[in-house]
């Protein structure tokens, strides 16, 4: 059963463009993180939330959380080189072990 | 402050051969996790620790043993590599578990079991 899905896998994009990519889940989560991985470095973390509904902006980076705390979307604005990387979402159900990522997106943003 | 360090950065083995990847952390976090990342398959946990002296299965802990005997230092064992065991291999550590706070992640070791 695929617990966390993120879409799509692969997007590629001329710099100044905007994107979005999805999280979705199959069960409710007590949160849901986003992080961004480059090459040859571990994953970092961007945003953490917790609360359904809410909207969360960093720069040119906008998270959007489902009211049913079960999606959540990224949107980069304006979309740079320097964006270019894994993005990942990771949940937690809240009990014992259950902390998931998804497969991730990669994105590569085109100079 | 150097976070989250993994030694070595890369190794190849032989099947068959055993190898301790090493992970230290001077932010005092009490937890901390292996992960796995595969082409396609995302960021897999392995085994991990919620403080000194403990450890835990995670989703993919066959072929694996830890230890936490130094709460700064979390050590990923292979006893017989195999060539399914070829990975790049993460360690990361957080002040609480799971999803509450963030996870601090090293730049990985890249495994190649031949």
């Known amino acids: 059963t695929q617990l966390l899905e993120q879409s799509p896998q692969f997007l590629s994009i001329q710099e100044g463009e905007n994107l979005t990519v999805y999280c979705n889940s199959s069960s409710v989560f007590s949160s849901l993180q986003w992080y961004r991985q480059e090459p040859g470095e571990g994953p970092v973390l961007l945003v953490t939330v917790v609360t359904g509904g809410e909207v969360k902006k960093l720069k040119r980076l906008t998270f959007q959380f489902g009211d049913a705390r079960k999606d959540s979307s990224l949107h980069i604005t304006a979309a740079q080189p320097g964006d270019t990387g894994l993005y990942l979402c990771a949940l937690s159900k809240g009990q014992g072990f259950s902390f998931i990522f998804g497969k991730g997106t990669r994105l590569l943003v085109k100079p | 402050n150097a976070g989250v360090t993994q030694t070595p950065k890369f190794r190849v083995l032989k099947t068959g051969q055993s190898m301790t990847l090493l992970c230290a952390q001077d932010m005092n976090h009490e937890y901390m996790y292996w992960y796995r990342q595969d082409p396609g398959m995302g960021l897999r946990l392995i085994h991990y620790s919620v403080g000194e002296g403990t450890t835990a299965k995670g989703e993919v802990p066959d072929g694996y043993n830890v230890s936490r005997l130094k709460k700064q230092n979390f050590l990923l064992g292979l006893e017989s590599a195999a060539p399914s065991q070829t990975s790049v291999y993460f360690c990361?550590?957080?002040?609480?578990?799971?999803?509450?706070?963030?996870?601090?992640f090293g730049d990985g070791t890249r495994l190649s079991i031949l």
């Open positions: 990361a550590s957080s002040y609480h578990l799971w999803g509450s706070q963030p996870q601090h």
